[in-house]
Structures are given as structure tokens and as C-alpha cells.
């Protein structure tokens, strides 16, 4: 068969079925170890950690669907990041850009920092300003594209080469657009790590991570670490993600029409001094998000007039809950200086634009006018 399309390979890449029984989803194998055929013969399975077979059909199938050779699977985004800047040593240096995910820049932070492997932090607004920022001991970089929660695009395809130019990883966390609207490999990233909680499980009930690679070496080093340090996924919920990966592409359709009507509707709001949204024409990244992704994705940042009460906006919404992560299929609402990017320095957020009036959405599937409603109605109440 010539190479699926997309939605194709959502439901049959991978390892789609059960060769010893023909069952069309792959079983959950809930077992820890697999008894050994013969004494010193070594075999395809042997003990979960290193390789269980509902793990391995979906870390097949997201390897398919990113353009990659090969795919692990974490027990959450940050056991993946955490795996990934394993592959650098004592002396190494990774670049983050100013708008990382809290998260992230508190691994490397305080988790990395302290054993030597160092970070910088760029506030580039353009290519050749973050090429200034390469330092010979950078070997690695982190982008986010859309970022989190300004949604600023970064052109990725010459980002990779710049970093192959200087001799660093190129990794793209593609969290928030999923191979669905964009796959950083096929724009020369070497790797590409998800919170796959969020949009791939889709459903706001599991924890998961995935990294992937197109190289050998790569693949073989980072499945070194995937079984020397253990954080591998379960069986049941590498299932569930499986599971929630079948419908991607129904769901990120629906998720980016919500998040552009919301996003168009409100630019106009007078509560609403900006709306930030890559997949708006009017939005300043519009143009470089359509070079490289299909659609805008589903989250939407706002930026609250200074008569909105923030405690009784999020108080009065009735219907989008506020609640951390986002990708789930019922929308949720975020205030990220004191949520999800509370763990950043004030000075840092400051320097990037996260200010106290900036509000996150993750823009649900549910009927796009109920969700405006519940926005504008909440908004009129907090304001008289
Ligand atoms: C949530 C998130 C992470 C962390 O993933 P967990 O699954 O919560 O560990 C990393 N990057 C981005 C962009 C995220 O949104």
C-alpha cells in the first residue's frame, strides 16, 4: 500500500491489530513480564520496561503519524522533556526561548541546572537575534510553536537549521498542535516531544509523554534512557491513548472552527483589549502559522479590559472551567501568572508579556455559540 493519508494512518498505523488473535484494537497487556522461551536465547518481549506490546503499538503509531522512525512512551510530557535533555552531558547548555512552558523551564531550571547541565534563555524577536544567542557549549534547543499562552509563532524550518548549523538539537514540543496541523520532523527537527495528556489522550484523563526521532542513533541513545531510567507509560494508558489518538482528526477540526469563531467574535468585545490567535487573518502570526501548521489549533489567549473583576469573571462562567492543561474535549479557561506559569521568575514573565489580565482558553468541542455565551455573559457580570 502507497503511504496512508493522515487520517488513515490514524486508525491504521502503527501496529493496528492483535496478530495472535486477529482482535482489531491492540490489547491492553497487563503484565509485567513475559516467560522466556529458551535459556539464553533472548526474545521480542521480556519484562514491561523495556518493551510491552500495547506500548509498543502506540509508540509505532506516533512515530507514522509525526513522519519518524521511532517512538517512546512516558508517563507524562515531563518524563519525556526529562529523557530527551538526557541525551546531553556535564557542561552542555540547552537555549529556551522567553515563552517556554513553566514546566519545562522549571526542569531545567532546577532539576538540570544543579547536576551541570546549564540553560540559557533567548528573547530573540527575530532569527538573527536568537543566532547571537548560540553559544559554543548550546547543544540543544527547545521551541514551542504556537508558545504558551502568547501563541507567537516561530519560523521552525530555518530554526532547525540553525541549530544544525551550530551543532544543537533541534527539539520542537508539539504539544499544542499535534502532527495534525504540524510535524516538525518533516521541517528538519531531529525531535519532537509531547504532553500527549493533553490533545492526542484528548479527553482530560490520563497523563502521558512521547518523544520522536527519524535517526538511529538517536532512537537507540533515547530508548537507552527510556529503559536505564524507567518512566515509561503503562499499558492501560498507552490503550487510552491509543484510543483517543483514533478520532485526532475529528476532534482538532472542531477544536480550531471553535477557537476561530471565538477568537473573531471577541476581537471585537469592549471587554477585550486583545485577542491573541495564530489562525486569525488579522492575528500578526497568521501568515508564518500557515506556512508551517494547517490551522490555527484550539487555544486562544485574551488580554481582559482593566474593568473586568478577574475574581468574578472566572467565578461567573458557568459552563468552561477553570482548571490547568488543556486538549481536552470540554474547553477549560487558564490565568497563567498564577497558574501554569507561576513556577516562572515575576521578572521573567514580565519580560515576556504574561501580564495579570492575560487569560488562556483551551477551546472545547462543545457548541461553539454555548461557549461564547458562557465568555461574554461571565465578562458582563464581572464588569458593572
Ligand atoms: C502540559 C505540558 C507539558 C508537560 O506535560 P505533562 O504531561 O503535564 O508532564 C509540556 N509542554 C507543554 C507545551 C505542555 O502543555
Same mark, same amino acid.
Given at each position: 500500500?502507497?503511504?496512508?493519508?493522515?487520517?488513515?494512518?490514524?486508525?491504521?498505523?502503527?501496529?493496528?491489530?492483535?496478530?495472535?488473535?486477529?482482535?482489531?484494537?491492540?490489547?491492553?497487556?497487563?503484565?509485567?513480564?513475559?516467560?522466556?522461551?529458551?535459556?539464553?536465547?533472548?526474545?521480542?518481549?521480556?519484562?514491561?520496561?523495556?518493551?510491552?506490546?500495547?506500548?509498543?503499538? #502506540?509508540?509505532? /503509531?506516533? =512515530? *507514522?503519524? @509525526?513522519?519518524?522512525?521511532?517512538? +517512546?512512551?512516558?508517563? %507524562?510530557?515531563?518524563?519525556? $522533556?526529562?529523557?530527551?535533555?538526557?541525551?546531553?552531558?556535564?557542561?552542555?547548555?540547552?537555549?529556551?526561548?522567553?515563552?517556554?512552558?513553566?514546566?519545562?523551564?522549571?526542569?531545567?531550571?532546577?532539576?538540570?541546572?544543579?547536576?551541570?547541565?546549564?540553560?540559557?534563555?533567548?528573547?530573540?524577536?527575530? #532569527?538573527?537575534? /536568537?543566532? =547571537? *544567542?548560540? @553559544?559554543?557549549?548550546?547543544?540543544? +534547543?527547545?521551541?514551542? %510553536?504556537?508558545?504558551?499562552? $502568547?501563541?507567537?509563532?516561530?519560523?521552525?524550518?530555518?530554526?532547525?537549521?540553525?541549530?544544525?548549523?551550530?551543532?544543537?538539537?533541534?527539539?520542537?514540543?508539539?504539544?499544542?498542535?499535534?502532527?495534525?496541523?504540524?510535524?516538525?520532523?518533516?521541517?528538519?527537527?531531529?525531535?519532537?516531544?509531547?504532553?500527549?495528556?493533553?490533545?492526542?489522550?484528548?479527553?482530560?484523563?490520563?497523563?502521558?509523554? +512521547?518523544?520522536?526521532?527519524?535517526?538511529?542513533?538517536?532512537?537507540?541513545?533515547?530508548?537507552?534512557?527510556?529503559?536505564?531510567?524507567?518512566?515509561?507509560?503503562?499499558?492501560?494508558?498507552?490503550?487510552?491513548?491509543?484510543?483517543?489518538?483514533?478520532?485526532?482528526?475529528?476532534?482538532?477540526?472542531?477544536?480550531?472552527?471553535?477557537?476561530?469563531?471565538?477568537?473573531?467574535?471577541?476581537?471585537?468585545?469592549?471587554?477585550?483589549?486583545?485577542?491573541?490567535?495564530?489562525?486569525?487573518?488579522?492575528?500578526?502570526?497568521?501568515?508564518?502559522?500557515?506556512?508551517?501548521?494547517?490551522?490555527?489549533?484550539?487555544?486562544?489567549?485574551?488580554?481582559?479590559?482593566?474593568?473586568?473583576?478577574?475574581?468574578?469573571?472566572?467565578?461567573?462562567?458557568?459552563?468552561?472551567?477553570?482548571?490547568?492543561?488543556?486538549?481536552?474535549?470540554?474547553?477549560?479557561?487558564?490565568?497563567?501568572?498564577?497558574?501554569?506559569?507561576?513556577?516562572?521568575?515575576?521578572?521573567?514573565?514580565?519580560?515576556?508579556?504574561?501580564?495579570?489580565?492575560?487569560?488562556?482558553?483551551?477551546?472545547?468541542?462543545?457548541?461553539?455559540?454555548?461557549?461564547?455565551?458562557?465568555?461574554?455573559?461571565?465578562?458582563?457580570?464581572?464588569?458593572?
Amino acid at each position: 500500500m502507497n503511504k496512508m493519508n493522515f487520517n488513515t494512518a490514524l486508525i491504521h498505523a502503527g501496529i493496528p491489530n492483535d496478530e495472535s488473535t486477529g482482535a482489531v484494537n491492540i490489547p491492553i497487556y497487563q503484565s509485567s513480564t513475559f516467560r522466556r522461551q529458551e535459556l539464553y536465547v533472548s526474545q521480542q518481549w521480556e519484562y514491561s520496561r523495556s518493551g510491552n506490546p500495547t506500548r509498543a503499538a #502506540l509508540e509505532s /503509531l506516533i =512515530a *507514522d503519524l @509525526e513522519g519518524g522512525s521511532h517512538g +517512546l512512551a512516558f508517563a %507524562s510530557g515531563l518524563s519525556a $522533556l526529562t529523557a530527551v535533555l538526557s541525551l546531553l552531558k556535564q557542561g552542555d547548555k540547552v537555549l529556551l526561548l522567553g515563552s517556554t512552558y513553566g514546566g519545562t523551564f522549571r526542569l531545567v531550571d532546577r532539576y538540570f541546572q544543579p547536576l551541570g547541565i546549564g540553560y540559557r534563555v533567548s528573547y530573540a524577536q527575530d #532569527l538573527d537575534e /536568537l543566532e =547571537a *544567542d548560540f @553559544e559554543p557549549d548550546i547543544k540543544a +534547543l527547545i521551541i514551542e %510553536s504556537p508558545s504558551n499562552p $502568547l501563541l507567537e509563532v516561530t519560523p521552525l524550518r530555518p530554526l532547525a537549521a540553525l541549530c544544525h548549523k551550530h551543532g544543537a538539537l533541534a527539539i520542537a514540543d508539539n504539544t499544542f498542535m499535534t502532527p495534525y496541523l504540524q510535524r516538525p520532523l518533516e521541517l528538519g527537527f531531529d525531535i519532537v516531544v509531547h504532553s500527549a495528556t493533553k490533545y492526542l489522550g484528548g479527553h482530560s484523563d490520563l497523563l502521558a509523554g +512521547l518523544a520522536v526521532v527519524k535517526d538511529e542513533e538517536l532512537a537507540r541513545r533515547l530508548y537507552f534512557i527510556q529503559n536505564a531510567t524507567g518512566a515509561v507509560l503503562s499499558p492501560f494508558d498507552s490503550f487510552l491513548l491509543i484510543r483517543g489518538i483514533r478520532t485526532l482528526g475529528l476532534r482538532m477540526d472542531r477544536h480550531c472552527q471553535n477557537a476561530l469563531y471565538l477568537a473573531t467574535k471577541l476581537a471585537d468585545h469592549k471587554l477585550i483589549t486583545r485577542v491573541h490567535y495564530p489562525g486569525l487573518p488579522a492575528d500578526p502570526e497568521f501568515a508564518q502559522q500557515r506556512e508551517q501548521a494547517s490551522q490555527g489549533g484550539g487555544m486562544v489567549s485574551l488580554e481582559l479590559d482593566f474593568r473586568v473583576d478577574l475574581r468574578r469573571f472566572f467565578k461567573a462562567l458557568k459552563l468552561i472551567a477553570l482548571a490547568e492543561s488543556l486538549g481536552g474535549v470540554e474547553s477549560l479557561i487558564c490565568h497563567p501568572e498564577s497558574m501554569t506559569h507561576a513556577s516562572m521568575p515575576a521578572s521573567l514573565r514580565e519580560r515576556i508579556g504574561i501580564g495579570s489580565r492575560l487569560i488562556r482558553v483551551s477551546v472545547g468541542i462543545e457548541d461553539k455559540d454555548d461557549l461564547l455565551a458562557d465568555l461574554t455573559d461571565a465578562l458582563e457580570q464581572a464588569s458593572d
